[in-house]
C-alpha cells in the first residue's frame, strides 16, 4: 500500500539516511562546483565562441558523480536508496499517474515563477542565456544535460538533502527550505535575482516530494522544463 510523505510516522519522515559527515562532504562538493560554475559562465558571457557542449559535458559527469557519492552514502548507512529516490513504480497506472501529477505541478510553478519573476523585475534569464544551446549540434547535449539534472539534481536535493535537513531539525517546513536555499545557492552564478527565484522553485519542488513521498514527479516536471528552454532558445534564435 503506498502513502504519501504526510501520512507517514514522524520516526520515518525524520530519519537520517546518511552520516553528517558525509552530509558535509556533499554540501562541499557543491560549493566548489557553484564556485566553478560562476567561473565558467563568467567566462561563457564573454568568450566569442563558446564552447557550450564541453560545459554541457563536464556538468553532466559531475552531477553523475554527485549522483553516485549520494547514493554510496545513503547505502554505507544502511538505508535504501528508494528512501531517496521513492518507491518503484508497478504498473503503467504509477507512471501516468506521476506524469500527470508533473504536468499539473509544471502549469502550477510556471504560473508562480512568472508572477515572482515579476514582482523580483527578472525581464529575462541573464547569464543563463550564454549557457543555452544555439547551435543544432548543441540541443541533444542540452537535452541530455536537462534529463541528468531532473534526475540527479531532485534526488540530491529534495530526495537527499531535504531529508537530511528535516532529520536534523526534526521539521518538515525546516527542512524544505533549508534544501531549497542550498539549490538556489547552487545557482548563484546567475545573479542574486534568479538565485531567489531558483530557490522558491526548489521550495516548490521540495513540497511537491514531500506531499508525494517521492522525487519522481519533480524529476519529470524538471527534466522537461530544463529540456523546454533549450528547444524555446533555439527556436527564438532561429
Known amino acids: 500500500m503506498e502513502t504519501s510523505a504526510l501520512g507517514q510516522p514522524a520516526s520515518d519522515r525524520y530519519l537520517q539516511v546518511a552520516s553528517p559527515i ?26 566569442a565562441n563558446p564552447n557550450r557542449v564541453h560545459f554541457y559535458l563536464v556538468t553532466l559527469c559531475f552531477e553523475w558523480l554527485l549522483f553516485v557519492l549520494v547514493v554510496a552514502g545513503v547505502q554505507r548507512n ?20 506521476d506524469m500527470g501529477i508533473a504536468v499539473g505541478f509544471w502549469i502550477v510553478a510556471a ?8 514582482l523580483l ?21 542540452w537535452i541530455a544535460l536537462s534529463v541528468t539534472a531532473g534526475v540527479c539534481e531532485e534526488a540530491i536535493f529534495r530526495g537527499y538533502l531535504q531529508r537530511q535537513f528535516m532529520a536534523l ?11 531549497a536555499a542550498i539549490f538556489g545557492a547552487a545557482h548563484a552564478y546567475q545573479g542574486f535575482r534568479m538565485m531567489l527565484l ?14 508525494r513521498g517521492s522525487v519522481r514527479p519533480g524529476m519529470i516536471a524538471h527534466a522537461w522544463q530544463d529540456s523546454l528552454n533549450g528547444v524555446l532558445a533555439m527556436v527564438m534564435r532561429h
Open 22 to 47: 558525509h552530509t558535509i562532504l556533499v554540501l562541499a562538493m557543491l560549493g566548489g562546483w557553484a564556485f566553478w560554475h560562476k567561473v565558467y559562465a563568467d567566462h561563457l558571457s564573454v568568450d
Open 78 to 97: 544502511g538505508a535504501s536508496v528508494l528512501t531517496v529516490l521513492g518507491d518503484h513504480w508497478h504498473s503503467a497506472r504509477h507512471v501516468l499517474r
Open 111 to 118: 504560473m508562480l515563477l512568472w508572477i515572482f519573476g515579476w
Open 121 to 141: 523585475r527578472i525581464a529575462a534569464l541573464g547569464r543563463n542565456v550564454s549557457m543555452l544551446p544555439q547551435r543544432g549540434i548543441e540541443l541533444p547535449f
Open 169 to 179: 531539525t526534526k521539521s518538515a517546513p525546516a527542512g524544505i527550505l533549508l534544501s
Open 198 to 211: 531558483i530557490a522558491l522553485y526548489g521550495a516548490m519542488f521540495g513540497i511537491l516530494a514531500y506531499w
